[in-house]
């Protein structure tokens, strides 16, 4: 099988991994950076060129899309998809992940637990806001914000108004969150493929700082999930049509809750963690989905 993965560093740790399981089993990995692909959309025939050649013979995708380049990206996956071939993670998907309001207002109507949200157009609301999420100390939220950047934690009511204000005022979205305490700066990485739970790291943020993101820092050690995080995880990547998701969630007094779930989630701190080989998960769940109908 000729197995593409659309990457835009054939350095990085998730790629290589990737091209490493899928050589062992046999297949052929080509990488295709998904920023450099032209689509051509006429009738009967969508296809791709990259490097100015046509991209033929591939079997199957794994978008490893980047946050900032989800719209191009996206296009990318879809017209694969146009082209009757199976893509380990569905344009749709990845476009409704990254969509962190959209997938948390999904994830709500589904009964998910999740630290309570809220989201606003204007300033005469931001009182309200911060009342309806508890007060401070509370979260703030970008958007467009990845690996832990634009996450800010304002620990007193007038920064956290004053920095709502600011957002506002720049035309920024964000989101407004409960903090919850008792998460103690750490949060769980529950990593789902095909509807099953193939590797889970608990992540401790460093010394003073709330966001337990590895490249911020933290650090990760192996976790038994329990079956209540267990069955919050997997529902949380099938609500947003994800066969493979990275799903993070706070322990609380009242159970998981979910903060994000990561349609691009990186095997090095999760392989490191728990010693398990998660891209040959992943190569096994390609095979056994090859000839999936679109």
Known sequence: MKIAILSRNP????????????????????????????????????HIYYKGQEVTGVNAVIPRIGASVTFYGSAVVRQFEMMKIFTAVESQALVRSRDKLRSLQLLARAGIGMPKTAFAAEAKSIEKVIELVGGAPLVIKLLEGTQGIGVMLAETH???????????????????????????????????????????????????????????????????????????????????????????????????????VNSSPGLEGIEAATKQDIASKIIEYIERNEFAEF
Request: charged content about 25%; hydrophobic content about 40%; glycine content about 10%.
């Open 11 to 46: 350095n990085l740790y998730s790629t290589k991994r990737l091209v490493e399981a899928g050589t062992q089993h046999g297949h052929e990995m080509v990488i295709i950076d998904h920023q450099k692909c032209v689509l051509i959309i006429e009738k009967g025939r969508p």
């Open 158 to 260: 007038k920064s956290a108004k004053s920095m709502i204000e600011t957002f506002i005022d720049l035309e920024a979205n964000v989101l407004v969150q409960e903090f919850v305490k008792e998460a103690g700066g750490a949060d769980i990485r529950a990593f789902v493929v095909d509807g099953k739970i193939v590797g889970a790291m608990k992540r401790q943020g460093a010394p003073g700082e709330f966001r337990s993101n590895l490249h911020r820092g933290g650090t990760a050690e192996v976790i038994e999930l329990s079956p209540e995080e267990k069955i919050t995880a997997i529902k949380s990547a099938k609500k947003l049509g994800l066969a493979i998701a990275g799903v993070d969630m706070l322990q609380s007094s009242r159970g998981p809750l979910v903060m994000e």
